[in-house]
C-alpha cells in the first residue's frame, strides 16, 4: 500500500510562495500526471514528496504515514530527473548499483536486481559504459534503470522525456507506461506537455502558479474543464474563446462582442445578459455553406495542413477562431467561410478573472 | 601556401614563448654540470667539456641542502594537504550551503590575500612566538596555510559550483549522506580542481622565502630556497653550486607535475546531464 496524500502543503522561498494549499491524493498504483506551464511549481511539489525541500506547512504522507520530516532515503521513493543525473564518473551498473549498495544489500543480491532492470530496460549491452558513452535515449533509460533496481513504493518523474527528440520521446511514452503497468508502482510524473499528460495519465493534476486548478481523468478534463485556464491549457490546437453575453430576447442566442450571433441550448436562459465566455473547441467548429441554419461568417487568414487534418483559422466574431477539419481543404486566404458549431458541445465560462465554468 | 603561412603564424610566437621559458632552466641545467673554470667564459662556453659531477659532490654531501631539502618537503606536504582538507570542506559549503553571511565570508577569505607579505610579518612573528612555534615544522605549515587557503578555497568553490545539482539530489534519494554526496559523488567530480589546488599550494611553498627566512632561523628549519641563498656570502656565489642546488630543488616541482598532467582528465564532468 502505497498511497501519497498531500494535505494543505505549503511552500514558501523566502517571501515568494511556490505552492499554495495544494490538496492532492495519489491512490495505491495510480499513474498521476502533474501539468502546467513552466515555472507553476511542478518540480517543487515533486521535490517535496521526495524530501529534498522542506516545506513550509501542510503534511504529505506516503502509504499512511506522515513523512514531513522524514528524509528522502527513507521514504522509499525513486526519482528521474530532467537532466538524468547520472554519475558521470561511475559505469552505468555502477550508477545502477549504488543506492543498493549504500542501503548494505548483498553483493550477489545487488548483481541480480541490476541484471533484472537492465533486462527490462534493454540495457545489458551498456552496463560496463560511462554515461559519457551513452546516447540521450540511452541515458534516460539509464536513470529509469536506476530508479527501477530499487523496486521503491513510488516513482518520481520530472519532466524525464523533455531532452528526447519528438520520435524518441512517443515511444518512451509508451514505454513508461509499459512498465507502470508491469510493476504496478504508484506513480507522479510532472511534464510541461498536455499531449503527454493527456496519453499517460490515469489521473491529470492541472497546476498554475502554485495551485491546483483541475484534477481528474484526461478526458474529463477535456470534456468538462472547470474553468478558462484548463479549457486552454488542455487540448492542441487551443479552445476558442469568444467574449460576449447570452442574448437577452429570448432567441437563444449568443452575442460576441462584434455582434456576431451563434446560436446556443435553450437551456442557458438563466445566463442571459450577463457578459460570459463561450468556449468550442476546433475539432466542434466546421465549415458550411452559405445558407446553413444558424452559420456565422468568417475570413479565412491561416490553413495549416498536417496531413490527415487541416487546420483553418479564421477571423470571426472579433478575434482568431481555429477550426479542424477532416478533409482536404481547397480554401484561400481571405476568403470568406461560414462557421457552425455543434450546440451540445459547448463550454461557458465566467467572464471574471478566474474564469469558472458556468453550468450548462 | 596560405596554410603555412599561417602555421609559421602561430608557431614562431610559440617558438619564442618556449624558448624564453626554458633556456635559463637548460641554463640552470648545462652549467650544473661545468667546473668554475667554464661558468665565466667570455663568449659563453654552451656544454660543459668534459661534465662534472664536483658541484653535485659538493652540494649533496658537503652542505646542509639534502636537510633543507627534507625540510621543505615536510612543510610543503604537510601545508599542502592541510590545505587541501581545510579547502575541500570550506568550498563545498559555500558552493552548496545557502547561510547567512556566505558572500561576506567568500569576499573576506580573499582579504587576507590582499594584505602586503610585509605587514603581516610582524605581527605573524608575534603570535607564532607566543605558540612557541617559531622555528618548528607546524610553525611554517600554519603560515603557509594563510598564504595558500585563500585561493585554494576560491578555485575549488568554482569547480563544486560547476556540478549540476541534480546530481547530488539524486545521490540523496539513492541514500547517500551529505558527507557521502561529498565524498562518494562530488570529490570525484572536482579532481582537476584538486590537481590545481594541489599544484598551486605544493608549488607556492615550495618556492616561498621571505616568512621561511623570518621564522625558521634555526640550520635545522631552513628550506631549500633559504639554503640556495647561503651559497652567497658577502665577497663571493658558488654560482657551480647554486646551479647543481637549484636543479635539485627544481627536480620534486617537475616530477609533481609530470605524474599530474596525466591526471588531468578532461571533459570529467560530460555525460552526467542532457548535454
Ligand atoms: N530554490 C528556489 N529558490 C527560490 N525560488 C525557487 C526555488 N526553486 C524554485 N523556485 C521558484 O518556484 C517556482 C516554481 O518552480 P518550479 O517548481 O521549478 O516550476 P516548474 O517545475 O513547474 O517549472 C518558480 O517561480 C521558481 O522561480
Ligand atoms: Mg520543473
Redesign the interface.
Known amino acids: 500500500m502505497a498511497q501519497v496524500a498531500l494535505n494543505k502543503l505549503v511552500k514558501r522561498y523566502g517571501a515568494y510562495q511556490a505552492l499554495h494549499e495544494v490538496d492532492m491524493t495519489v491512490e495505491n498504483g495510480e499513474f498521476v500526471v502533474l501539468v502546467g506551464p513552466s515555472g507553476c511549481g511542478k518540480s517543487t511539489l515533486l521535490?517535496t514528496i521526495?524530501g529534498?525541500e522542506e516545506i513550509s506547512g501542510g503534511t504529505i504522507s506516503i502509504g499512511g504515514r506522515v513523512v514531513n520530516t522524514i528524509r528522502?532515503?527513507e521514504r522509499d521513493?525513486?526519482?528521474v530527473?530532467?537532466?538524468?543525473?547520472?554519475?558521470?564518473?561511475k559505469t552505468v551498473r555502477k550508477n545502477m548499483s549504488?543506492?543498493l549498495k549504500?542501503?548494505g544489500v548483498a553483493q550477489p543480491e545487488i548483481d541480480k536486481a541490476v541484471e533484472r532492470a537492465a533486462a527490462i530496460l534493454g540495457l545489458e549491452p551498456l552496463l560496463d559504459r560511462?554515461?559519457?558513452?551513452?546516447s540521450?535515449g540511452q541515458?534516460q533509460r539509464v536513470a529509469m534503470g536506476?530508479a527501477i533496481v530499487?523496486n521503491p513504493q513510488v516513482f518520481l518523474f520530472d519532466e524525464p522525456l523533455s531532452?528526447l527528440d519528438a520520435k524518441l520521446r512517443v515511444q518512451m511514452r509508451a514505454e513508461i507506461r509499459e512498465l507502470h503497468q508491469r510493476l504496478g508502482a504508484t506513480t507522479v510524473y510532472v511534464t510541461h506537455d498536455q499531449i503527454e499528460a493527456m496519453t499517460m495519465a490515469d489521473k491529470i493534476v492541472v497546476m498554475r502558479d502554485g495551485h491546483i486548478e483541475q484534477i481528474g481523468h484526461p478526458l474529463e478534463l477535456y470534456d468538462r474543464p472547470a474553468n478558462r485556464f484548463v479549457a486552454g491549457f488542455i487540448g492542441s490546437p487551443a479552445m476558442n474563446f469568444i467574449e460576449g453575453q447570452v442574448d437577452a430576447s429570448g432567441t437563444d442566442r449568443f452575442i460576441a462582442s462584434d455582434g456576431t450571433a451563434i446560436p446556443v441550448s435553450a437551456r442557458l436562459g438563466i445566463l442571459k445578459r450577463s457578459p460570459a465566455v463561450l468556449a468550442i473547441r476546433p475539432e466542434d467548429l466546421s465549415i458550411v455553406e452559405e445558407n446553413t441554419p444558424g452559420a456565422f461568417p468568417g475570413m479565412v487568414s491561416v490553413v495549416e495542413t498536417t496531413g490527415p487534418e487541416t487546420i483553418v483559422i479564421a477571423n470571426s466574431c472579433g478575434t482568431r477562431l481555429s477550426v479542424v477539419i477532416k478533409e482536404r481543404s481547397r480554401l484561400k486566404l481571405g476568403e470568406k467561410v461560414w462557421l457552425s458549431a455543434d450546440v451540445s458541445k459547448l463550454h461557458f465560462f465566467e467572464a471574471s478573472k478566474d474564469g469558472r465554468r458556468l453550468a450548462a | 601556401m596560405k596554410d603555412s603561412r599561417r602555421t609559421l603564424l602561430i608557431s614562431l610566437p610559440v617558438a619564442i614563448l618556449v624558448i624564453v621559458a626554458v633556456f635559463p632552466f637548460l641554463w640552470m641545467a648545462v652549467s650544473a654540470f661545468k667546473p668554475l673554470s667554464q661558468l665565466y667564459t667570455i663568449p659563453p662556453q654552451w656544454l660543459p667539456d668534459p661534465p662534472t659531477l664536483a658541484n653535485f659532490k659538493n652540494v649533496l654531501f658537503e652542505s646542509n641542502i639534502p636537510r633543507y631539502f627534507v625540510n621543505s618537503l615536510i612543510i610543503s606536504i604537510g601545508s599542502t594537504f592541510l590545505a587541501l582538507v581545510f579547502a575541500v570542506f570550506a568550498a563545498y559549503g559555500f558552493a552548496r550551503f545557502d547561510f547567512r553571511g556566505r558572500s561576506a565570508a567568500l569576499a573576506f577569505v580573499l582579504i587576507g590575500q590582499l594584505l602586503p607579505t610585509a605587514t603581516v610579518i610582524v605581527p605573524l612573528y608575534i603570535v607564532l612566538n607566543y605558540l612557541g612555534l617559531i622555528n618548528t615544522y607546524l610553525g611554517l605549515i600554519l603560515v603557509y596555510l594563510i598564504l595558500t587557503l585563500p585561493l585554494s578555497v576560491w578555485m575549488l568553490t568554482g569547480y563544486f559550483r560547476g556540478i549540476?545539482k541534480?546530481?547530488e539530489?539524486?545521490?540523496?534519494?539513492?541514500?547517500?549522506s551529505q558527507l557521502?554526496v561529498l565524498f562518494r559523488?562530488s570529490l570525484?567530480?572536482v579532481t582537476p580542481g584538486i590537481i590545481a589546488v594541489t599544484l598551486y599550494s605544493f608549488v607556492a611553498t615550495w618556492n616561498e622565502f621571505v616568512f621561511a627566512l623570518s621564522f625558521a632561523t634555526e640550520k635545522e628549519m631552513k628550506t631549500l630556497p633559504i639554503g640556495l641563498a647561503e651559497f652567497s656570502t658577502e665577497f663571493d656565489t658558488d654560482w657551480g653550486a647554486v646551479m647543481a642546488a637549484s636543479f635539485v630543488m627544481t627536480l620534486p616541482i617537475a616530477l609533481i607535475f609530470l605524474v599530474m598532467q596525466r591526471m588531468f582528465v578532461s571533459?570529467?564532468?560530460?555525460?552526467?546531464?542532457?548535454g
Open positions: 521535490r521526495a529534498l528522502p532515503k521513493i525513486a526519482m530527473f530532467q537532466s538524468y543525473a547520472l554519475y558521470p564518473h549504488f543506492a549504500l542501503a560511462k554515461p559519457k558513452q551513452l540521450g541515458r536506476r530499487r531532452n | 549540476p541534480e546530481l539530489d539524486a545521490a540523496i534519494i539513492d541514500g547517500a557521502g559523488i570525484p567530480l571533459g570529467l564532468m560530460s555525460g552526467a546531464t542532457k
